[in-house]
């Protein structure tokens, strides 16, 4: 499947958890636990996408990828 890399993670300063896409500048969005995160920043993405599409910006293609390094 080629879609969106999400993050998510805990925000103690917002009491709570963000999701971001960092394909897509400026798409996050808050929730009280993960899975609140991650269905609005599903909302959000479909949004982002919508808007770019009608006003003719350009939509980046997937790239993101997390990568996992481990140290000694």
């Known amino acids: 499947m080629n879609d969106y ?3 998510i993670f805990a925000s103690d300063e ?3 958890y963000v999701a971001n ?3 897509l500048t400026c798409c996050s969005a808050f929730g009280a636990k ?3 995160a991650l ?3 599903q909302r ?3 949004a982002w996408l919508a808007a770019a599409q009608a006003t003719g910006k350009p939509v980046p293609r997937p790239k ?3 990568a996992i390094y481990q140290t000694a």
């Open 44 to 46: 959000v993405k479909a």
């Open 5 to 7: 890399h999400i993050n």
């Open 34 to 36: 993960p899975e609140e």
């Open 39 to 41: 269905a609005e920043v």
């Open 14 to 16: 917002d009491g709570g």
């Open 21 to 23: 896409l960092p394909d």
């Open 64 to 66: 993101y990828r997390l």
